[in-house]
């Protein structure tokens, strides 16, 4: 109310001027926000598809300078195939790879090493001039170089390298390793300031025999040319780097190696001495960690030396080992001067529209105000409790008719404020009524509360005395039993029970649907038939299934409940177990620790879902050694889940279970129970959790 107070006391004049004011502010910010933001798109899409086209065109023109080289070496690997040209006599090979590269411009060098050490090639030199190289018997095994002239005829050598052996080269010994065409790594040019890429395939016969490596290369220098004729944006640049950030080619002129100490080496983009292409790179190499993990186009706006740039990055790749990033950038100034002048025009209307809102504004809350303020007077005076004053009643606008208005509603007001009076008196009477009520139904929802907890405490007290107790479990010698039961609520759902008799040990586990006091009460109903069938001499576990289920099947249905439950039953007698009766797999543990999982669905049904089970039942034998021993347990402790989400798993328990065999049942158990409170953790456990652990003691052990 305070905060209000000050608000509500602002002149009228200022209440009608202001919300005409801000609303034409608004409504100015909001056009020129638009329109700002719309150019920002327009010129986002635009920088996107000036992009996009740059993009296309570098890869169209990269795929057919690198095509060339794939053109040419499979012609040649044809014609070796079809005997046009002879690997163990490469005299005939000269003129044929000069009319070739005579063919292919844009390829600078072919060349074929045979497996005798022998070299022949053409390569085309920076002045345009061919030269033919050769290395084999008829030059000393010397990597000799004979300019061609016009007609393809060699003239004088003009340089020699001794002792060259074509198959010790990194060329020639990568194809053969790959087995099939791959790129070479780029590498600089001995004699130029250019970076070269070949494309080295190896030759074979029809026996898959190696006949020597076909090579052909590029001078990298003219994709960079190519690189330099596009026009992207007013100061756009376009660079190609390998994954690792070195430079292959640039539009910016810069070449992409350096010369130290008399050798050329390749220069890193990050090192370059344009800044756009080094802050790039530079922003990719720390943008993404590491540029392998640029495997798709990428379209980004970083801001790098305080200039927003658009930027597309793609990858070139092709089968062969080829591995490239494309890099197109342009400034974002470069479209941004159109967007400038039309936010200064706004600027503008903006201030002149404010300004003749504010002039209006004035003259028409004059008009308005005036007269109000005199019916405010006379509203106060009625404010004040003086009913009969007088308001000016007489005028005839809008403001009488406010006036006339106002009297009626003083007159109704006053009356409204008896009739109110008389009805709170009435329902302050009823209220304390009500509140008598409330108390009373609370009392006895208190003492309901209690009866039904002190039911469901002799009900689970119940459940746990009917539970086998360990001094039962010990008078059992050939075995080490250890049983444990935890429900989810008050009253749980889970059944488990060990009985002995003439040297028979009978086990069950169950899981009743659902869990609480119904649940409980059906689980007492089956140890109660169990336990009264298998002392009335039952010679099998698959009859007092099928005794029992027809007995709770009746009653289920008497008492209109819906509950039934998985139960396993096992029979244990001079080392074999038969095992009958639908419920979680039987782990079946070996003396080492091995874990046999056992599916029960085949071995029987729901008990209590159908009146005759029978056709259903089946049984499986196991044979038990020393040390051996079977798991027995219901879903809630393979299902519990942690705050991920994540279920224990039968994989975790029987990775916990082989792990601890050794150990004895009780032991075991506490293992295993640890380990799933270690999962859930603070997770609230939503179904009854039961363990039975069995292990067959060693002789020794029942012996003592």
């Not at 086209?53 to 300078?65: A, K």
């Not at 953790?681 to 363990?691: F, P």
């Amino acid at each position: 109310m305070h905060i209000l107070t000050p608000i509500q006391r602002l002149p009228l004049r200022f209440v009608l001027v202001t919300p005409f004011i801000i609303l034409l502010i608004v409504t100015v910010t909001i056009t020129g926000y638009l329109s700002f933001h719309h150019g920002q798109l327009a010129i986002q899409d635009l920088a996107t598809q000036l992009l996009n086209e740059v993009n296309v065109r570098v890869h169209e023109n990269l795929r057919r300078y690198l095509d060339e080289l794939l053109e040419v070496n499979f012609t040649n690997q044809n014609s070796i195939e079809l005997g046009l040209l002879k690997t163990d006599n490469l005299m005939t090979w000269e003129t044929y790879l000069w009319r070739q590269i005579m063919v292919h411009p844009t390829v600078n060098h072919i060349s074929f090493g045979n497996t005798e050490r022998e070299f022949t090639g053409v390569e085309r030199l920076d002045n345009n001039q061919l030269v033919a190289r050769e290395s084999g018997k008829s030059t000393g095994y010397n990597y000799t170089t004979y300019p061609l002239n016009e007609q393809g005829q060699r003239q004088v050598a003009t340089a020699s390298m001794p002792n060259y052996d074509p198959s010790l080269r990194p060329w020639y010994q990568s194809a053969v390793s790959a087995g099939k065409p791959v790129w070479s790594e780029i590498f600089p040019h001995f004699g130029a300031p250019t970076l070269m890429i070949s494309l080295n395939q190896p030759a074979y016969d029809k026996e898959r025999k190696l006949l020597g490596v076909i090579n052909s290369a590029l001078r990298l220098s003219q994709i960079g040319d190519f690189l330099q004729q596009l026009q992207v944006g007013k100061t756009g640049q376009v660079f190609i780097i390998e994954r690792s950030a070195m430079l292959v080619a640039t539009s910016s002129g810069e070449l992409p190696l350096r010369k130290i100490a008399d050798k050329q080496q390749r220069l890193s983009a990050i090192d370059s001495n344009n800044g756009m292409t080094a802050s790039v790179a530079s922003y990719l190499q720390k943008n993404f960690d590491d540029l392998h993990q640029i495997n798709a186009s990428q379209f980004l706006t970083p801001t790098l030396v305080g200039e927003k740039l658009f930027m597309k990055v793609s990858p070139y790749q092709d089968n062969k080992g080829l591995d490239w990033l494309v890099v197109i950038v342009v400034p974002a100034s470069d479209f941004m001067s159109a967007i400038d002048k039309n936010a200064y025009t706004i600027m503008l209307l903006c201030a002149g529209a404010l300004l003749i809102a504010i002039i209006i504004g004035i003259w028409s809350a004059n008009r308005v105000t005036r007269p109000i303020a005199e019916l405010m007077t006379a509203s106060w005076q009625i404010a004040k409790g003086e009913w009969n004053h007088q308001l000016p009643l007489q005028r005839q606008d809008e403001i009488g008719e406010l006036a006339r208005s106002f009297h009626f509603m003083a007159t109704q007001l006053q009356d409204s404020f008896l009739l109110l009076e008389a009805k709170v008196e009435e329902r302050t009477v009823q209220l304390a009524q009500a509140n008598s009520e409330i108390t009373c139904l609370n009392a006895q929802l208190q003492s309901e509360n209690l009866r039904m907890g002190a039911e469901l405490d002799i009900t689970r007290h119940l459940q746990q005395m009917v539970l086998p107790k360990a001094k039962e479990l010990l008078q059992i010698k050939e075995l080490d039993i250890a049983g444990y039961m935890e429900p989810a609520t008050e009253v749980g759902g889970d059944y488990y029970d060990v009985l002995q008799k003439d040297g028979r040990v009978i086990c069950g586990i169950g899981d009743v649907t659902g869990h609480g006091l119904e649940s409980g009460v059906l689980m007492l109903m089956v140890q109660m038939a169990v336990r009264t069938l298998l002392n009335s001499n039952i010679p099998d576990v698959e009859t007092c299934l099928k005794v029992l289920n027809h007995t709770l099947y009746d009653n289920v249905k008497r008492m209109n409940s819906d509950k039934n439950l998985t139960l396993s039953l096992l029979d244990y007698e001079h080392g074999v177990l038969r095992l009958s009766g639908q419920h979680e797999e039987v782990l079946v543990v070996r003396r080492n620790g091995t874990v046999e999982r056992i599916d029960t669905i085949d071995l029987g049904f729901m008990v209590g879902l159908e009146s005759d089970i029978e056709t259903f039942l089946g049984h499986k034998e196991i044979n038990l050694a020393e040390g051996d021993g079977v798991v027995l347990y219901t879903d809630g402790l393979t299902e519990a889940r942690n705050a991920q989400g994540r279920v224990y798993s039968v994989e975790r328990l029987c990775r916990i279970v082989g792990e601890h065999w050794h150990l004895s049942a009780l032991e075991i158990q506490i293992e295993v129970i640890a380990d799933v409170r270690q999962h859930v953790g603070k997770q609230k456990v939503c179904d009854d959790i039961t363990l039975l652990i069995l292990k067959k003691n060693l002789m020794a052990e029942i012996e003592a």
